[in-house]
């Protein structure tokens, strides 16, 4: 196995390019370390291990799909190192990482000796989930190896195994450490319990990801995954990820294909909720061969209800037998071990003829054929996912297109307060967040970092402050105190007489500072309001008008101008190029978040939505 070193943290002469997964892909190695056997070879107990865990995923996930890959292992040598060693491309299925990530926990627990490390093409995503809680040293930068799983639990190891030094650690130095040192090793119940946040639902998970569906497919298709369910696995992506030369069969006009048409039969097909999901959302217009048996049941679908379900079943068959149409060519040369099963089976089918396909009869004793699961899974009630978001959903009637199952919900709740958490720490300064112990500029110097620690602590944002400014500069009303937080402008005895020298000289600071973006920005010109263009633009179109009475009608002009502007000026003093600036930014936004509307709204002001100016003109 290559090392995984990174080359930033090599020293002498270059090592080579880290190695890499591709996207979508985990790996993980088992390890058996016992000092008390060191002299003995590890490779029975690596067997007895391997054929464990076949027979631990066998019981667990008997019947479940995997997207692409299974769950696998092989016995590998690395040099000194020996070891099981698996790699499992998930695809689009999450899913599919963590149920493997279960089933070696579980692994860990049956065998003492027993060491895992699992990765992806993101890193130690296990250190990723518990990022919140991590100890600060532990950075990105030198994670690799570091996570390892043991006897259920979650175990780091700390940088004494790289002498102090901040660095990843190579494979064969971690497993060194574990050897010798494996009582120093960090386990952290906070660090593992946000780790193994999402094994919570397991194995409940592996039942509750499975989606069945009624679908009108041809009779041979229908055989072959009653014998091959997995199958539908490769078909779908097949479809999912069709391409012209997959398409080609389809839409030739010779109708040499696999699966016809015709002797149509209603069953039901078991997904993965991704699976249904990807099939559901594709739209496919029929091809030329399923063209007329389309029609015909769209005609029927104008009526009754039961015809409406009917075509939506033959709409999923099609697009299910595409799917199958479009993985049959050159399935016997695929590396998907399912795609190879697909195509042994459908050789076996063709040669045996109609007779050996099962009758109407037959296909009534096969279990769960009838089966039709709700899909109200697939809907999302936007109204509902903003009261998720806002945390507000007990105060709501629940709908019949609720947003997500429980398991969602804690998942984006869990999300919302680590990025409130995030958004609401105090620790930040005025470059964003502080991440301590990472990479720093070389060519900021120690005193300049110091300066700007202290910059830090000094400064602070008050919203309600900022809120306050704003409208003063807008020359908007200042907004009232509500009766349970006393506003800015209004003063409460209590609070008053107890305030500190500190709080009024903070004030203090806070109005110069505000005095002098001000005085910045009118020097600028950003708050420059000069009505003289506007008023001499108006009297020259006026005198141009009627030139005879130039004099008289450009003063009574500029008289009506005055008067319209102090009237207006005593109801709303208004920063006319400011209030166009913020104006022309929320317009620019074209209803996304910005920063004027989020401005805007932190002061309780709800701009209207901007009209086409199409539709004025």
């Known amino acids: 196995m290559a090392s995984e070193d990174n080359p930033e943290f090599s020293e002498g002469s270059f090592g080579g390019f880290q190695r890499s997964l591709p996207e979508n892909c985990m790996e993980y190695l088992l390890f058996v370390l016992d000092n008390e056997h ?22 667990i996930a008997k019947d479940y799909i995997w997207q692409r890959d299974s769950f696998q292992l092989r016995l590998e040598r690395d040099q000194d190192l020996v070891y099981l060693h698996g790699i499992t491309d998930y695809g689009d299925s999450v899913e599919d990482e963590w149920l493997i990530v279960y089933l070696l926990r579980e692994l860990t627990r049956s065998f003492p000796t027993l060491w895992v490390r699992i990765f992806d093409s993101d890193g130690e995503f296990l250190l990723v989930e518990a990022a919140n809680v991590l100890p600060k040293w532990l950075s990105p930068e030198i994670d690799s190896n570091r996570a390892w799983i043991h006897d259920g639990k979650l175990y780091i190891i700390p940088l004494a195994a790289s002498s102090g030094e901040k ?81 080609k069969p389809l839409t030739s006009l010779s109708g040499n294909v696999h699966f016809p048409p015709k002797d149509l039969v209603t069953v039901s097909v078991k997904f993965t909720k991704v699976l249904f999901a990807q099939l559901k959302s594709q739209r496919f217009s029929p091809p030329p061969i399923w ?11 104008s009526g009754a ?16 037998t595409c799917g199958f149409e479009m993985l049959a060519t050159n399935a016997d040369k695929k590396d998907n071990r399912l795609a190879r099963e697909f195509a042994m089976l459908l050789e076996d089918v063709e040669e045996d003829g109609s007779q050996a396909l099962p009758t109407n009869e ?36 629940q709908s019949k297109g609720t947003f997500g199952d429980s398991s969602a919900q804690a998942d984006l709740q869990k999300i919302v307060s680590r990025f409130e958490a995030f958004l609401n720490d105090e620790k930040a300064g005025l470059e964003g967040a502080e991440m301590e112990d990472m990479d720093e500029d070389d060519d900021l110097s120690d005193v300049e970092e110091d300066g700007s620690d202290d910059e830090d602590k000094e400064v602070s944002f008050d919203e309600e402050q900022f809120s306050r400014m704003m409208r003063e500069m807008m020359g908007l009303p200042a907004m009232q105190p509500t009766s349970s937080k006393i506003g800015l402008g209004g003063t409460n005895p209590a609070v008053a007489g107890g305030a500190t020298e500190g709080e009024e000289d903070e004030d203090e600071d806070i109005r110069q500072l505000a005095a002098q973006m001000e005085a910045e920005l009118k020097e600028h010109g950003a708050l420059k309001v000069d009505p003289e263009p506007e008023r001499v633009k108006a009297i020259e179109a006026r005198g141009k008008a009627n030139e005879n009475e130039k004099g008289k009608e450009r003063d009574k002009l500029v008289r ?8 207006s000026d005593e109801e709303v003093d208004v920063d006319y190029n400011l209030a166009k600036n913020l104006l022309e930014s929320f317009k620019s936004q074209a209803g996304m978040a910005g920063p004027a509307g989020n401005i805007l709204g932190m002061m309780g002001l709800q701009l209207p939505r901007d009209e086409d100016e199409e539709n004025d003109d």
Not at 382 to 392: A, C, R, S, V
């Open 291 to 301: 063209s007329v048996v389309m029609e015909d049941a769209e005609k029927q679908a």
């Open 38 to 59: 060191e002299g003995r070879s590890p490779l029975s107990e690596l067997e007895s291990i391997r054929k464990a865990a076949i027979k631990l995923c066998d019981n």
């Open 362 to 397: 037959d296909i009534e004793t096969w279990e769960d054929v009838h089966r039709e699961d709700d899909e109200s899974w697939l809907d999302i009630n936007f109204e509902d996912f903003e009261d998720e978001l806002q945390g507000n959903r007990s105060h709501r009637k």
């Open 305 to 320: 209800e039961d015809a409406q379900k009917r075509l939506a079943r033959l709409d999923l068959g099609m697009k299910v």
């Open 560 to 567: 009506q101008i005055d008067n319209e502007e102090e009237s």
């Open 167 to 247: 660095r990843p650690l190579s494979l064969d130095e971690a497993v060194r450490y574990i050897k010798s040192s494996p009582n120093t090793l960090v386990h952290s119940t906070f660090v593992e319990a946000e780790a193994f946040y999402r094994l919570e639902k397991y194995p409940g998970q592996i039942t509750a990801s499975i989606h069945h569906s009624m679908v009108t497919i041809p009779r041979k298709l229908a055989y072959i995954l009653h014998e091959r369910p997995s199958t539908i696995a490769p078909a779908v992506e097949a479809f999912y990820l069709r391409d012209p030369v997959a398409m």
